[in-house]
């Protein structure tokens, strides 16, 4: 076979390293003063805190109205109320936890059979999750917040009624919930990549996994204590009247976030000595040009909906997140984030078997407070794989001249691996022998920060990755994270009573971290994969492009 042309095979390196998804030039060398500086200087750069870092993705230069553009208390408002339902959303999941021996005796049910309801809950999320977001790409984010919310309020009005009425009605309710929250998981971080920059996107992913995993975890407890005074239908009555209020900070705070305007790009290609070189797109010039629109009025910010993409065609982007199952790295992060998640599950539908007989006794209030451990963990967990996660794959993105690659976060998932193992051992242990029952409550602590790092690598690897696809990847993550706790829901309580609750927690815990473990090809050729996608362009072969 004749050799191709050196300069042609350059030129395909070239190409391809500029098309590799995920990998951006981050840190602007400010002591270089030749033409690649001039160049980096032209764009905009971080204005509190180190200054040579780049902002990317670029603000629109010629529109006041882009998210990116938005003053911090804009957004943080934006950020809190899209947390606030998010919380609330991750509420009302295992809020019957506290309340598992009251509605067993109510409906005349095992725990098992109660636990099926939560199953109901959970692939209902997955399923409606592939319905709601393509209107949220079409439509905008602000639609689907609002619509979401009122049905989800509607749908604990129902569950405080049928709580006291027969199971049918019960489960049935619960489904229409799952149906209608499903977007707290796929929306959200969304709403993150729309508002905010790649240098602290990490931090503001893990306070929204916090938000979902604090949401599960302190559910339980603050219904462990309304469970006990007033009845588990007063649980459901309550969180209605905080899904209500946040219904209205949205409607009047929270304005649309997704940007159908132009924005400066940069691209990155090897030079002839193989050292890599950004080198900006020529609209990056236009930063100069006068501006085009004029700003919103708080007014205009609050309609409901915009009239539509017209090239978003909404078939294709119910399809696209079931190509995306044909990405590693996308079907890596749904088990990481899955498998984190499914702690949760399993604390929520085992803690009344768990603590309620001897010798522990636990009654409603105290197996809520059970919950409180599980969330300061969550809050060392965010913490790490936060703050803690950005500064490590800011420390490799300086060694690697500037340039961000997505796996320069993945070192964080040694410790979440470490802390998910000797949590669930700690856990374990602990209960089989019988110890006080501060053991297993500090287990389940530790074992949750390793819970709560593993949502957010799972989150912010794909997003980092693939952002262009932030929607479909939300949908697909949240779809199979669905599914993998609906399995739980089907086998904990009577895997336990066969096998016990150390080899239990021990057989979940070693999945965990085997899938933790295979990081390491990803951290070692996962830009390989990321360029052999590009080349692959399943949605173009699909025709979903």
């Not at 939560?118 to 399923?127: D, V």
């Not at 949240?478 to 336990?496: G, Q």
Request: with cysteine; aromatic share 14%; hydrophobic share 50%.
């Amino acid at each position: 076979m004749a050799q191709r042309p050196k300069q042609e095979a350059q030129d395909d390196v070239a190409m391809d390293f500029r098309a590799a998804p995920g990998t951006e030039i981050l840190f602007d060398d400010s002591n270089r003063h030749d033409a690649l500086a001039n160049k980096l200087h032209q764009l905009e750069h971080r204005t509190k805190g180190d200054s040579r870092v780049l902002l990317v993705p670029q603000p629109s230069t010629d529109d006041p109205n882009d998210p990116l553009r938005w003053s911090t208390m804009k957004k943080s408002l934006t950020f809190f109320n899209g947390c606030w339902y998010a919380f609330m959303g991750g509420i009302t999941g295992p809020i019957m936890a506290a309340g598992m021996i009251q509605l067993s005796k109510t409906f005349d049910m095992t725990l098992q059979q109660l636990s099926y309801a939560n199953g109901a809950c959970l692939i209902n999320q997955g399923i409606w999750n592939c319905v709601w977001m393509p209107f949220a790409v079409k439509y905008g984010r602000r639609p689907v917040y609002l619509f979401s919310a009122l049905l989800m309020g509607i749908a604990c009005i129902w569950l405080a009624v049928a709580s006291t009425e027969t199971y049918t009605i019960f489960i049935v309710g619960r489904a229409f919930l799952g149906a209608f929250e499903a977007p707290i998981e796929s929306i959200v971080p969304s709403t993150i990549a729309d508002i905010f920059f790649l240098h602290n996107r990490g931090e503001f992913v893990a306070i929204y996994g916090l938000a979902v995993l604090g949401g599960n975890e302190l559910g339980p407890m603050f219904s462990g204590f309304i469970v006990q005074a007033l009845g588990m239908n007063w649980a459901f009555w309550i969180v209605a009247m905080f899904i209500g209020a946040n219904l209205v900070c949205m409607f009047f705070f929270m304005p649309e976030t997704k940007f159908v305007g132009h924005r400066p790009s940069l691209h990155l290609s090897p030079s002839h000595d193989g050292h890599v070189s950004p080198e900006p797109k020529d609209k990056v010039q236009i930063e100069e040009s006068p501006s085009q629109s004029s700003k919103k009025t708080f007014l205009e910010e609050l309609k409901f909906w915009n009239h539509g993409d017209p090239n978003v065609n909404l078939l294709h982007i119910f399809l696209r997140p079931f190509v995306l199952l044909a990405f590693p790295p996308v079907v890596w992060s749904c088990f990481v984030y899955g498998l984190a998640l499914s702690w949760n599950v399993i604390l929520g539908a085992t803690v009344a078997q768990l603590f309620a007989p001897p010798p522990y006794l636990f009654n409603s209030d105290d197996q809520g407070l059970f919950f409180l451990s599980p969330f300061v963990g969550s809050l060392v967990g965010v913490f790490l794989s936060g703050p803690g996660g950005d500064w490590i794959a800011n420390f490799f993105t300086k060694r690697n001249n500037g340039i961000r690659e997505p796996e320069m976060r993945l070192p964080t998932c040694f410790v979440a691996a470490f802390f998910t193992f000797f949590g669930a051992l700690w856990f374990g242990l602990s209960y089989e022998h019988q110890m006080h029952w501060a053991m297993p409550v500090v287990g389940a602590g530790i074992l949750s920060v390793g819970s709560q790092m593993g949502t957010t690598i799972g989150m912010n690897y794909a997003l980092d990755c693939h952002q262009e696809l932030s929607v479909e990847i939300m949908i697909t993550i949240a779809a199979l994270k669905s599914a993998i706790a609906w399995i739980w829901t089907w086998v904990i309580n009577d895997f336990i009573v066969s096998c016990g609750v150390l080899s239990v927690f021990m057989t979940v815990a070693t999945i965990n971290v085997a899938i933790y473990l295979t990081c390491i090809p990803f951290y070692l050729k996962g830009k390989e994969i990321r360029l052999w996608l590009h080349r692959k362009n399943f949605f173009e072969a699909t025709g979903l492009s």
